[in-house]
C-alpha cells in the first residue's frame, strides 16, 4: 500500500506536470517575445535616430545648396557671409551644450566602466548595456543583504558558542572532573537547596577513568559509558528527600540518577571476562560507590574490547577500538557524527587539564572564525555601498536617450566647415568657383544619404512588421494567462520549474528552439505520466488481490470492506489496530509458549542428539572389546576412537542449540525476543529447502565424529600405528581394517564371545556385492575372521570370486535370467559339486 501511495504521488505530480505545461511555455514564450519586442524597439529607436539624423543632415544640405543658388545667383559675398556669421554663432551654442552634457555623460560611462567615446553605434551598444546591467543590480543587491544576513547570524552563533564554551572552561579551571558545565550547575543547585555536600552525589564518570596503558580503549569507553558517566549516584539517606525536590521541581534538562544503598562497599565483586571494559578502568580507591560501580559496569556493560575484527565477528558483546559495538550478537552500531578521538566530550576522570587545553584551543579557532566572518560582513557592506552608488549612476545614465544630445564632434566638424568657408569668401577669390565646387559636392552627398535614408526606411518597415506580429502574440498569450489558474500553479511552481529544466539542462531558450523544447517536455511528461498510470494499476491489482485474500481469510473482520483500492486507508487501519492494540495483548502468551513449549522442544531435541552421540561412544567401547579379541596383525590389535569434529557447520549448529538454552533457568525475562530470535534462526534454516542437505548433515549425530583407530601392541598395548580418515594408508590396509572393524561390531551385534561356540545361536548375515572390489588377500583375511565367528553367512558376489572364497562356504546358488529378462531361474549346487564340475572343464579343454 505504501508503494502505491508513493507511485499514486508520483503519478499525480505528473498530472500537476501537465497541467502546468500550458501556464510554463505561455510565461517563458511572453518573456522571448517581450524581450524581442524590447530589441526591436532598441533597433527602432536606433533606426528612427539616425533616419532624423539623415534628414537633418539632407536639411541641411538643402538649406545650403538653395543658400549657395542665391548667393551665386545674386553675386553677393557679403550676403553669404552674415549667413555664415549667424550659422557660426548658433552652430557654437550648440556644440557648447552638448559638451556640457556630453561631459557628464562620460562621467557617467567611466563609472559604470562603460566606454565613454561619442559614437552613434557606441552610445546606443551603451544603453543596451545599461539595460542588462540594471536588470541584474536588484538581484544582486538582493544576494549581497543576504549574504549579509547569513554572516550576521552566523556571527550571533559564534559568539553564543564562543560564551558557552568560555563558561564551560571557566568551570573546569575551578574543579577537577570533566562534566560539562549544565550537569555540574544542575547537580549544585540540587545540593545548594538540599543543604548536601557534592561530593556526596557525585557524577558516576568523576569516580571512573581510564588505566594507564589503556589509552587506545579511552574513546571507545568514553562513548560506552557517556550515559551512564552523566547520572548522578545518590546515597541512600538522601534518596528521599532528592526524590522529592526533583519530583516537584521543572529542571529544564533530563536527568538521571541511582539509589545507591548505605551498605555499597559490600566487598562482593562479579567476575569481568578477559578484556572486558571494566578492565581498562580505574575506580577510585577511596570511594564508597566502589563495589557498587564496579558491579554495575561489569553486568550492564559487560563488552568484550577487541583488538581484531577476527575477536570482534566472533564475540556476541564486543567493541572495536574506533568505536563500533556488537550487542546480543545481532544490533551492531557506530556514532561518527562527533569524533570518538575529540576529547572536547570526554566526561570520564578526575583530571581535565587535556579538557582545558583542548577547550581553550577550540575558544581560539572560534574566535578567529568569528573575526574572520566580521571582515566579511565589513566586505560586504562596502560592496553594497558600491552597488547603490552604482544604482543611481545607472538611473541618470537612462537618462541619456537621444545620441544628438551629445553630439558635440559633429558641430565641431560643422563649424570648421563654415570657418573654412568664411575665410575663402574673406579672400574675395574665386568666390563663384568655390560656390560651384560646394553645389557639386553637395550633390554627391545628397545622393549618398538619400540612399542610406531609402535603405532605413525598408528596414524600419520590417522591423514595425515583426513588431506588430510579436505585439499581437504578445497580447493573446496575455489573455491567455490572464485565464489560467495562477494560483495552482504558484503553488508548485518551484517543483515544476525545476523539472521543466532538468530535461532542458544547459540550453537556452530562444524564439528559434522554443517549439522543439516544448515538444521535448511534453512528450517527457507524458510518457512518464503514462508509465505510472500503468505501474499504479498494476499494483493496485496486485493489493486488491491481496484484500481479497485477506478478506476470506478473515470475513468477520471485514465485513464492511471491499477488495477496492479505495479502501486502502482502512486495511492499514486495521494493520494499526492489530500493531498497537492486539499484539501487545499477546507478548505474555507468546512468552510463555516460548518459554514452555518452544525452548521445552529445542531442549528435548538438544537431549535426543546427545542420547544418540552417548549411544555411539558406548557402541564403540563394547565394539573395542571384541576388537581386543582379534589379533590384527601379529602380536597387534586394533582400538576405536570417535573425536568431535572440527566441521564449522556442525560445530555453529551445537553452539547455536546451546545459545537457545543459555540463561533459561526460571527468569521469565529472559525469554526476550533476542531469545526468540535464536530458536527462529535455527527452525527458519530446517524449512528452507536450499539447507535440505546442511539439516541432513548436523542432525546426524555421526557426523559430529571422526573416527580414528590404533594398533596397538598386545604385550603392553602400546601403540604401533595410527589410522584415520584422511591418512594415506594402501587400499589393502583400508580393506583389512574395514573387515576388522565388522567382524567385531557383528560380534558385538549378536553377543558373541571370541573363540566360544554358541550352537543354538542364530547368528546369520548377508553380505550384498561380498568381496567384489576387494584383494583376495583382504578377502581371505575377512573369511577367516567371521569363520572364527561362527557366523552364518549369505554372500552375494560376482563369479569370478568364487575361488577365493570356496574354502569357506558349503553350497552356491546360481541365478540366471533369460535374455528378455522376463524369466529369472535359481541352481543349488554344492561346493563339492562345482570342484567337479570345474575339473571336468579343464579335463575337456
Known amino acids: 500500500i505504501t508503494d502505491y501511495d508513493i507511485i499514486e504521488d508520483k503519478y499525480n505530480r505528473f498530472v500537476q506536470y501537465s497541467q502546468a505545461m500550458p501556464v510554463y511555455f505561455a510565461e517563458n514564450k511572453l518573456v522571448l517575445i517581450q524581450n524581442e519586442n524590447e530589441r526591436l524597439i532598441r533597433a527602432l529607436h536606433i533606426h528612427n535616430n539616425n533616419f532624423q539624423e539623415l534628414n537633418t543632415q539632407i536639411n541641411m544640405l538643402q538649406d545650403e545648396k538653395i543658400s549657395l543658388i542665391k548667393t551665386q545667383q545674386s553675386s553677393s559675398e557679403a550676403i553669404r557671409l552674415n549667413e555664415i556669421e549667424y550659422l557660426l554663432k548658433k552652430t557654437n551654442d550648440s556644440r557648447a551644450e552638448k559638451l556640457l552634457k556630453y561631459t557628464r555623460y562620460s562621467g557617467l560611462c567611466k563609472t559604470l566602466s562603460f566606454h565613454p567615446k561619442a559614437d552613434a553605434d557606441i552610445f546606443y551598444e551603451n544603453i543596451s548595456r545599461l539595460k542588462e546591467l540594471t536588470a541584474n543590480l536588484p538581484e544582486k543587491q538582493n544576494k549581497i543583504e543576504n549574504d549579509k544576513v547569513v554572516l550576521t547570524i552566523a556571527s550571533s552563533k559564534l559568539k553564543t558558542e564562543i560564551d558557552q564554551e568560555k563558561n564551560e572552561l571557566e568551570s573546569l579551571r575551578s574543579r577537577a572532573s570533566q562534566i560539562p558545565f549544565e550537569n555540574i550547575k544542575l547537580r549544585n543547585s540540587i545540593c545548594d537547596v538540599l543543604k548536601i555536600n557534592p561530593e556526596e552525589i557525585p557524577f558516576a564518570a568523576e569516580l571512573i577513568r581510564i588505566k594507564s596503558g589503556c589509552e587506545k580503549w579511552e574513546g571507545a569507553c568514553e562513548r560506552i559509558l557517556h550515559n551512564f558517566g552523566l547520572s548522578i549516584l545518590v546515597h541512600d539517606k538522601y534518596y528521599k528527600k532528592v526524590n522529592e525536590y526533583i519530583n516537584k521541581t521543572d529542571l529544564k534538562m533530563r536527568i538521571v540518577y541511582y539509589k545507591v544503598k548505605t551498605d555499597t562497599k559490600t566487598g562482593y565483586r562479579e567476575a569481568a571476562e578477559k578484556n572486558a571494559i571494566i578492565t581498562k578502568l580505574d575506580i577510585k580507591s577511596d570511594t ?11 553486568s550492564r556493560f559487560n563488552v568484550i574490547c577487541c583488538d581484531t575484527m577476527e575477536d570482534f565477528y566472533h564475540l556476541p558483546y564486543a567493541v572495536t577500538p574506533e568505536g563500533l559495538t556488537k550487542t546480543g550478537g545481532v544490533k551492531h552500531e557506530k556514532d561518527d557524527r562527533k569524533s570518538i578521538f575529540d576529547r572536547r566530550y570526554y566526561i570520564l576522570g578526575w583530571d581535565n587539564k587535556r579538557k582545558i587545553r583542548l577547550l581553550e584551543e577550540r575558544i581560539a579557532e572560534l574566535e578567529k572564525e568569528q573575526s574572520d566572518t566580521i571582515r566579511e ?3 560586504l557592506k562596502k560592496s553594497l555601498d558600491e552597488l547603490n552608488t552604482m544604482i543611481l549612476t545607472s538611473r541618470e545614465l537612462a537618462g541619456f536617450t ?15 566647415k563654415l570657418e573654412d568657408e568664411k575665410k575663402k569668401l574673406e579672400s574675395g ?20 544619404l538619400e540612399n542610406e535614408k531609402n535603405t532605413l526606411v525598408g528596414e524600419i518597415s520590417n522591423m514595425d512588421r515583426d513588431l506588430k506580429h510579436y505585439r499581437d502574440e504578445e497580447s493573446v498569450l496575455t489573455n491567455m494567462l490572464s485565464a489560467m489558474p495562477l494560483d495552482l500553479y ?12 532538468s530535461i532542458i539542462k544547459n540550453r537556452k531558450l530562444t524564439i528559434s528552439n522554443f517549439q522543439n523544447i516544448e515538444n521535448e517536455i511534453r512528450e517527457k511528461v507524458f510518457n512518464d505520466r503514462d508509465k505510472l498510470q500503468k505501474e499504479a494499476g498494476l499494483t493496485a491489482s496486485k493489493i486488491t488481490r491481496l484484500m481479497s485474500d485477506f478478506n476470506n481469510k478473515y470475513p468477520d473482520d471485514t465485513l464492511t470492506l471491499s477488495a477496492d483500492i479505495t479502501f486502502r486507508k482502512d486495511y492499514t487501519g486495521i494493520f494499526t489496530t492489530i500493531s498497537q492494540d492486539q499484539l501487545p495483548q499477546f507478548e505474555g502468551k507468546f512468552r ?9 522442544g529445542i531442549a528435548l531435541f538438544k537431549q535426543k542428539l546427545e542420547s544418540f552421540g552417548a549411544d555411539i561412544t558406548e557402541k564403540i567401547d563394547n565394539i573395542n572389546k571384541s576388537l581386543n579379541e582379534i589379533e590384527y596383525n601379529p602380536g597387534t590389535f586394533i582400538i576405536l576412537e570417535a573425536e568431535e569434529t572440527q566441521d564449522i557447520d556442525i560445530r555453529n549448529f551445537r553452539y547455536d542449540l546451546r545459545r537457545c538454552l543459555e540463561n533459561t533457568a526460571g527468569e521469565s525475562d529472559l525469554y526476550s525476543e533476542g531469545k526468540f530470535l535464536d530458536v527462529k534462526q535455527i527452525l527458519d534454516k530446517f524449512k528452507d529447502e536450499k539447507s535440505f542437505n546442511w539439516m541432513n548433515k548436523v542432525t546426524d549425530v555421526r557426523n559430529w565424529y571422526r573416527f580414528n583407530a590404533r594398533e596397538r601392541w598386545i604385550s603392553d598395548s602400546t601403540e604401533k600405528e595410527f589410522y584415520s580418515d584422511s591418512s594415506g594408508k594402501s587400499g589393502g590396509q583400508k580393506e583389512k581394517l574395514a573387515y576388522t572393524i565388522l567382524a567385531s561390531a557383528l560380534a558385538f551385534q549378536f553377543g558373541l564371545e571370541w573363540n566360544v561356540t554358541k550352537s543354538r545361536s542364530f547368528r546369520f548375515s548377508v553380505i550384498d556385492e561380498a568381496f567384489s572390489r576387494g584383494s583376495d588377500d583382504s578377502v581371505k583375511y575377512g573369511l577367516e575372521l567371521f569363520k572364527k565367528l561362527n557366523l552364518q553367512l549369505l554372500l552375494i558376489t560376482p563369479l569370478q570370486k568364487i575361488h577365493v572364497i570356496e574354502n569357506y562356504i558349503n553350497s552356491i546358488h546360481v541365478v540366471s535370467n533369460n ?6 531361474n535359481l541352481r543349488k549346487i554344492t561346493i563339492e559339486e562345482h570342484r567337479k564340475k570345474r575339473e571336468q572343464s579343464k579335463l575337456d579343454k
Open 490 to 501: 504558484n503553488e508548485i511552481r518551484k517543483e515544476t520549474e525545476a523539472f521543466f529544466e
Open 429 to 448: 577669390s574665386e568666390l563663384l568657383k568655390s560656390i560651384t565646387e560646394r553645389l557639386l559636392l553637395i550633390a554627391k552627398e545628397l545622393i549618398t
Open 819 to 824: 535374455d528378455e529378462g522376463s524369466a529369472s
Open 402 to 416: 537621444d545620441f544628438n544630445s551629445i553630439n558635440w564632434e559633429a558641430d565641431v566638424k560643422e563649424i570648421t
Open 288 to 298: 564508597v560507590y566502589y563495589d557498587w560501580l564496579y558491579n554495575e559496569i561489569v
Open 592 to 600: 510463555d509458549l516460548l518459554k514452555e513449549k518452544t525452548i521445552q
Open 377 to 379: 560582513i565589513a566586505g
